[in-house]
């Protein structure tokens, strides 16, 4: 028996990893990012409220959830587009402007989703190479467009990394790079750096017509499976943006939840402040542990042991997620030492450092017998 050829063959490259737990009574998982602090206030109410609307189509438009966008960001609704998460966006803007053989540009050790993309197009996936410690060079990525550049994709802060480009970096990025190229700021954290940033985005997006900014509520909102992201870019890239995207990409419940989410902008700067605080908290305990710390600006921290054996990171994740906590090792991008740990509450931070602490001194204890 013969079965159709597909384009795209079989492949496990997924920002999803399937990891086993069984044994644990109670499972943490600080591997995907999530917010330990839950959704926005009132979000659940109104789900469950509109929970008898559910055999309705919802306005494919999603005109009130943009509208209160807007409003809350002081941004023309008109400028918006809606996603099935922002991933859907990022996936749109790929089709939109890349086919195959077209290269599709990232620094190095980028969130994986960018490379997913090209690779559902068939277009080419090209890493610029950092500067120093997981720094975006601006001007690496500029020396890396080619004519048959049609897309930057460029996450401000970095996933996995945690890094941050200044934003004098990402404005000169955008002035200096050729109109042909789209250039994506996915801005999928920036809830979690100063709010200034986020405005002076949205301004470059409104100097350039090939910017184009993406927001999510999957992360500081807290609302990752209620799917739901958006985009902000001058209006005939956000009309080529609804050509391609699903039509009821954003489901009704999904549409009410962002639209009273976005207007808890209290409860926003409450996540940026407690998840600031249990940061800085997670990365000295890391680094008093001998961790090498990864600054980041982000809802997760980013280490490696120096001197752990190969395999050390992966290793330890498996027998972290026996006893019931997930995080996230790096090897299918291209970091197999890194460590990426969502921040969660002290007591869940403080037993998954009870659990690591004893790894630790596992491979303190067999570096000391192997001499080194
Ligand atoms: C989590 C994340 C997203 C958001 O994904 P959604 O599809 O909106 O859930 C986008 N970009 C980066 C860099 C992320 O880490």
Redesign the pocket.
């Known amino acids: 028996m013969s079965l159709p050829v597909p384009y795209l063959s079989a492949r496990t490259l997924t920002v999803v990893k399937k990891i086993d737990t069984s044994g644990a009574a109670r499972v943490v998982n600080l591997g995907l ?1 999530e917010s330990w602090l839950g959704a926005a206030p009132g979000v659940v109410e109104a789900i469950r409220e509109a929970a008898p609307q559910v055999y309705r189509y919802a306005d494919p438009g999603c005109g009130t959830m943009r509208a209160a966008i807007g409003k809350q960001f002081n941004l023309n609704p008109a400028r918006i587009v809606c996603g099935n ?4 966006l ?1 996936d749109a803007v790929g089709r939109v402007y890349a086919r195959a053989g077209d290269e599709i540009l990232f620094p190095a050790y980028s ?1 994986l ?1 960018f490379a997913i993309v090209a690779y559902r197009l068939g277009a080419k996936a090209v890493e610029a190479p950092l500067g120093p410690d997981f720094s975006v060079d601006v001007d690496a990525l500029l020396a890396a467009v080619t004519p048959a550049t049609r897309v930057i994709f460029l ?1 401000n802060p ?2 996995p990394t945690g890094s941050v480009v200044p934003m004098d970096e990402v404005a000169r990025l955008a002035r200096e790079l050729p109109s042909h190229v789209v250039l994506v700021l ?1 801005a ?2 920036a809830e979690y750096v100063d709010p200034a940033e986020a405005v002076a985005t949205f301004e470059i997006a409104d100097r350039h017509p090939n910017v184009i900014v ?1 927001r ?4 500081a909102y807290g609302l ?1 499976s209620a ?1 739901a ?1 958006w985009a902000y870019a001058y209006p005939e890239v956000v009309a080529a943006l609804n050509n391609v995207r699903g039509i009821g990409n954003v489901n009704g419940l999904a549409q009410v939840a962002a639209t009273v989410a976005v207007g808890e902008q209290d409860f926003i700067q409450h996540v940026r402040a407690r998840t600031a605080e249990e940061r800085d908290y997670l990365e000295r305990e890391l680094r008093t542990l001998g961790f090498e710390i990864s600054p980041s600006a982000a809802n997760f921290a980013f280490v490696r042991l120096p001197g752990a054996a190969a395999g050390w990171a992966q290793a330890t994740v498996a027998r972290l997620a026996k006893q019931g906590f997930i995080i996230r090792s790096n090897e299918d991008y291209g970091l197999p030492e890194w460590l990426r740990i969502s921040i969660a509450d002290r007591a869940d931070l403080d037993e998954m450092l009870g659990l690591l602490r004893v790894e630790v001194r596992a491979a303190n204890g067999e570096r000391l017998a192997a001499g080194a």
């Open positions: 990012n998460g922002s991933e859907e990022l969130f989703q996450a970095n996933n996915d999928a954290y993406t999510t509520f999957s992360k990752a799917r992201g």
